[in-house]
């Protein structure tokens, strides 16, 4: 079974940057279309955006062209760039399938100071 595990979160000010990792060991990752999820306090957790096995990326609207995602099928794992970042953006981030197919990992918290 897949595991996965985020990192690379950490407290930002507005207008900074982070990148985001995450690591997947187990069958399945290579042929596997993959999502990056958030959940902010109070909220359900929602869909980031998602990248196929061949690089062939979808975003949600709010991320408004300052998230990129990349996979490196090789190393098993997934990125999510975040540039000029904002309090609202606030959560904890995580991986898994585009289905949530796989055990959710931890997550890494990103926190944007204003």
């Known amino acids: 079974q897949v595991q996965l595990v985020e990192s690379g979160g950490g407290l930002v000010q507005a207008g900074g940057s982070l990148r985001l990792s995450c690591a997947a060991s187990?069958?399945?990752?290579?042929?596997?279309?993959m999502g990056w999820y958030r959940q902010a306090p109070g909220k359900q957790r929602e869909m980031v955006g998602t990248?196929?096995?061949?690089?062939?990326?979808n975003y949600a609207d709010y991320v408004k062209g300052r998230f990129t995602i990349s996979r490196d099928n090789a190393k098993r794992t997934v990125y999510l760039q975040m540039n000029s970042l904002e309090p609202e953006v606030t959560a904890v981030y995580y991986c898994?399938?585009?289905?949530?197919?796989?055990?959710w990992g931890q997550g890494t918290q990103v926190t944007v100071s204003s």
């Open positions: 898994n399938s585009n289905q949530g197919t796989w055990p």
């Open positions: 187990g069958v399945g990752f290579s042929w596997t279309i």
């Open positions: 990248i196929s096995p061949g690089g062939i990326t």
